[in-house]
């Protein structure tokens, strides 16, 4: 017995690879979070050049220094409302595995809030909300204080045919 109360109190390994440094942002009044380590840089808004025949939560391409970068809107991917910008919204540069190899995407955000070290303890298993949903790109569920924080899988945020149109449209 003491064995068995041993082993379910240890984190699973899928856990403890969760934890970390995450920088969170916000889209409407939901708080997101990205591991740091595929955060390249966060940019102020900036001219998007639309391209044609994109699905409508990519925004289109901007120049950064010389390198193409598609630009995708997080809110329009995650289904929320458009709302225009802000002061306060940018670009978060990701980076993340495309078809090709690794890619650069920029995520327009409404806000960016803070890095924040995040526990083992504190992050839930991802909850299920039928067969029907695809949660895959959820890490999991972050409890800071008297909220959560959704924690993002950026990789999985698109998948692979959507992946595909950004390394075209770059």
Do not use: W
């Not at 409407?28 to 900036?46: Q, T």
């Not at 990519?58 to 220094?65: A, D, E, F, M």
């Not at 890619?103 to 890095?115: A, N, P, Q, R």
């Not at 008297?146 to 945020?157: E, T």
């Amino acid at each position: 017995m003491a064995e068995l109360m041993k082993t379910t109190d240890q984190p699973s390994k899928i856990t403890a690879d969760k934890e970390g440094k995450y920088l969170t942002f916000s889209l409407g009044e939901e708080e997101y979070g990205i591991s740091i380590l595929k955060i390249k840089e966060i940019i102020g808004m900036m001219p998007i050049t639309p391209v044609p025949k994109t699905p409508a939560f990519v925004n289109g391409v901007i120049n950064l220094r010389g390198k193409v970068i598609p630009v995708m809107n997080l809110r329009l991917k995650f289904g929320m409302e458009e709302v225009p910008h802000t002061e306060r919204t940018c670009i978060i540069v990701v980076e993340t595995r495309g078809v090709q190899g690794t890619l650069l995407i920029g995520i327009v955000v409404d806000s960016v809030s803070e890095v924040l070290n995040i526990k083992n303890g504190d992050i839930e298993e991802t909850p299920v909300f039928g067969a029907d949903l695809d949660t895959d790109y959820i890490l999991g569920i972050a409890k800071i204080n008297d909220g959560v924080k959704i924690l993002l899988d950026i990789d999985r945020v698109l998948n692979a045919k959507e992946i595909s149109i950004t390394d075209k449209a770059a």
